[in-house]
């Protein structure tokens, strides 16, 4: 069974809200964050490569003329990391991971203008209520703190950056890319972009300190940073863009329920709304088909009923008429369309 794109989004969130468990343990055991970040694109860049070069050579071939292309948004990856890395030296860590998650808003805007997405109503409802319930699964709401001008402003900078790396594979992907020419890339210019801002003598000494230290890092490239962005580049060239980047918001719940089960973090009734606001505006983006056959509009169930006397006529002549009456009248009472009616056909 295929799984939708709009899923696989979610389990990339699952797995990106994961990350916060290695990170911290990286933290604790002396690593900075840009090393934190080095050993995350470098690992990704690493280990994907080995497997194309066994799976799909083909994916190492690019067009000269792209690789600026895969630089720049490789660059963006790395000033989104960096953004946030520095304006948690200057503002609360929660907020700083809020202003990360203004990225659906500048996702919609970028669409807009370089694909001609629609900004509808129902992705503004969406990207709303997702950043609100972000800011109530922070804690902002309860201690709002001290706020700087220029620590708002990168961590705003954070979210655009962050939105333009999340909208390059679709962008590359219409240059003709595969997603994983794209994936490849994109991490390994990240990767020697970081480079000069990290010291690898930290990384080492870390490294040795502990047989544990390696698996972490190993798991958090693979697991946390390979498996959902791979998710993500590929979700966006068959998903609206910007719905991705608001159902990657759901990353913050998994995070507050890992930072309760395993380090003991408070959870509120903050927490609780939060969740509640994240997972209703996913819903809105996709809704079950249930919702969506209560909700369905009298001209879908036109096309339903012209479809069954297409059907009738054509495709499928030896299926009784009375068959075909009874289920036009079924889906009319369903919908509230009758048959003979001007939002129902009248040929049936």
Known sequence: MKIPPVYLVFIAAILAGVLNLFSKDLLNAGMGPMEICACREGITAAV????????????????????PLFLLFGAFNVISNVCVFT??????????????????????VLAFFLF???????????????????????????????????????GLLSGLTLAAFTIGSKYVGERGHTENSAMF????????????????????????????????????GVMCTLLPNYIIVYAVRRVDPAAVSIIITSSLIVSTICGVLVFGDEFGASDVLGIVLVMVAITILE????????????????????????????QVPW???????????IIARKTGCVPGSPGASASI
């Open 185 to 220: 890339y994109f991490f390994l210019f990240s990767a020697l972009l970081v480079v000069p801002i990290s010291d690898f003598g930290c990384i080492s000494s870390v490294m040795v300190s502990s047989p544990l230290i390696p698996v972490c890092v190993l798991t958090m």
């Open 48 to 67: 994907f490569g080995l497997a194309l070069l066994f799976f799909d050579r083909r994916a190492f071939r690019i067009r000269v003329r792209d690789v």
């Open 287 to 314: 809704p079950p088909e249930s919702v969506k056959r209560r909700f369905r509009r009298p001209e879908d169930s036109s096309r339903c009923l012209e479809s069954l006397s297409h059907c009738r006529t054509w």
């Open 116 to 154: 001609g997405d629609r900004i509808t109503r129902r992705k503004v409802l969406a990207a709303v209520l997702a950043f609100v319930g972000c800011i109530f699964i922070i804690g902002i709401v309860d201690s709002p703190g001290d706020m700087d001008v220029l620590g708002v402003a990168i």
């Open 87 to 108: 304006a948690q030296e200057s503002l609360p860590l929660e907020v700083a991971a809020v202003l990360e998650m203004t990225s659906p808003y500048f996702m919609l």
């Open 319 to 329: 299926m009784p008429s009375l068959v075909l009456s009874r289920l036009s009248e």
